[in-house]
């Protein structure tokens, strides 16, 4: 798999291997316009297509499973990715198709929606029904629980919000308030009171149209019953992270 070096270095981003000061500046760069955002989603899901044709050293795939197949969503794009690599490649080998060749992904998904569409016109052969069924069946929306949460949470002394989670949620969404403008872009960590780290993502951004709001979707899985600390980092001029704001809540799960 050869990327050229600026590639690589959003991978090496994306995958968690860069210290705090190049992340700010790749974060400061990357993600100041949604042009550039849509670059760094692009190399996202160049790495998918990596792992999905088994490009990855070791480690690389280690860090990849820990960033990118935490939920449902995440797990749908890697099965989109196999899915691609299935479209036979230009002879050079190691090329990324979404870069080097936009038109596969859409060509792919054309064919994928023709394949469906011959599938549902020709009459199905009764030994195939047992085996369509249980598939439909299984198949279900993302549940998503929001929860909104205001700045100062954590230090008015005020009783914390508590959000519900029942088993079969996929994922809590917050919309964080804040009092001022918010950065474009930042980190955020999620701990229990004592210091334990849960859970962190370091591409958060703010909510369209509101400067002073932020949406943070942490899996629901990692969590149990208990009280957490969401914090919410960006960077500063120095190169390193400094805290915006912090939030308290309680988790109660069945």
Do not use: C
Not at 50 to 73: I, K, N, V, W
Not at 135 to 161: F, H, K, N
């Amino acid at each position: 798999m050869s990327t050229s070096e600026s590639e690589e270095r959003l991978i090496a981003y994306l995958l968690g291997e860069l210290p705090e000061s190049e992340n700010a500046r790749i974060e400061e760069q990357y993600l100041a316009s949604d042009a550039s955002f849509a670059t760094l989603m692009a190399i996202e899901a160049e790495l998918y297509d990596a792992y999905a044709g088994d490009l990855l050293s070791p480690e690389r795939r280690r860090f990849f499973e820990q960033r990118f197949l935490a939920t449902r969503e995440q797990r749908w794009q890697l099965e989109f990715s196999r899915t691609l690599l299935n479209v036979p490649p230009p002879k050079q080998r190691g090329s990324w198709i979404r870069l080097l060749w936009p038109g596969v992904a859409v060509i792919a998904a054309v064919a994928a929606a023709l394949v469906v569409a011959l599938v549902l016109w020709r009459p199905a052969k009764p030994l195939l029904e047992p085996q369509v069924a249980p598939q439909i069946s299984a198949a279900r929306p993302q549940v998503v629980i929001p929860l909104e949460l205001g700045s100062g949470i954590t230090r008015d002394g005020g009783e914390e919000p508590t959000v519900k989670l029942p088993s079969n949620s996929d994922l809590l969404r917050i919309t964080a308030k804040g009092d001022h403008d918010l950065p474009s872009s930042w980190s955020a960590v999620l701990r229990k009171p004592e210091g334990t780290e849960v859970w962190r993502s370091d591409v958060i951004r703010r909510v369209a149209g509101n400067s002073k709001s932020a949406t943070v979707e942490i899996p629901a899985g990692p969590l149990s019953s208990g009280h957490y600390i969401l914090t919410l980092y960006a960077p500063t001029q120095n190169g390193a992270s400094g805290e915006v704001a912090d939030y308290a809540f309680r988790v109660q799960k069945p």
